[in-house]
């Protein structure tokens, strides 16, 4: 059921389109005014330390706004797996899960187009966000236009019909999407941790665009 319903969104037309210091009294204090003015000392260092680590920490707001932009990338990419979700069904079994978003998204009139554009302007180029979100935002949208190459060139030169030249098609398919689906998988797990992910190419061309 799930290999018919991803074979279902991949037949329609691809829409086109980053020490702490611990402070010890002294053994020659005897007034009690500055005994008592130990203890705040203590709570100001304690107090500046629990700061840098807060700051450290990528917040999970930017983390989930970074995950869910390479979502753009895969969803533009699944039509070059309907040959992989047809000749082995446990894939479509594997991104089941993802049917229903698959699904709305496909359903939108210029999903692609839109979603490519509010994530470009609405986030890239949008100083309130953090440079983690725009860097990874950034990734997603050079990917994503890597991803329209192939459909630009098929255009160009026409798809072959059988033979040799249809085999080379099978497997160029199969490794687009294959590679799509490891950068989704990899900077979606990047994300939810809060690490950046750096994919190959595309991390370079992301950190010129900032």
């Not at 990419?77 to 069904?89: K, N, Q, T, V």
């Not at 160029?172 to 900077?187: E, L």
């Not at 750096?198 to 370079?204: F, T």
């Amino acid at each position: 059921m799930s290999t018919a319903s991803l074979l279902r969104f991949c037949a329609l037309p691809p829409l086109q389109t980053l020490s702490r210091s611990h402070g010890r009294p002294s053994s020659t204090i005897h007034t009690p005014l500055r005994l008592h003015s130990l203890p705040s000392i203590k709570n100001r260092s304690s107090k500046t330390v629990i700061s840098m680590s807060y700051r450290a920490t990528v917040p999970a707001s930017d983390r989930l706004l970074s995950a869910l932009s390479y979502s753009l990338p895969f969803f533009n990419s699944l039509h070059y797996g309907r040959f992989l979700f047809a000749r082995f069904p446990a894939v479509g079994v594997a991104l089941e899960p993802l049917l229903p978003l698959i699904g709305a998204y496909r359903s939108l009139p210029y999903a692609s187009f839109v979603a490519f554009f509010a994530l470009y302007l609405g986030v890239v180029r949008n100083p309130v966000f953090g440079r983690y979100v725009r860097f990874n935002a950034m990734q997603a949208v050079v990917l994503d236009v890597l991803l329209a190459l192939p459909a630009l060139l098929q255009r160009i030169f026409g798809v072959p019909a059988r033979g040799l030249g249809f085999r080379l098609l099978e497997v160029s398919y199969n490794v687009i999407f294959m590679i799509a689906a490891g950068c989704f998988f990899y900077g979606l797990v990047s994300c939810v941790f809060g690490k950046t992910p750096y994919l190959p190419l595309v991390a370079s061309a992301a950190d010129r665009q900032l």
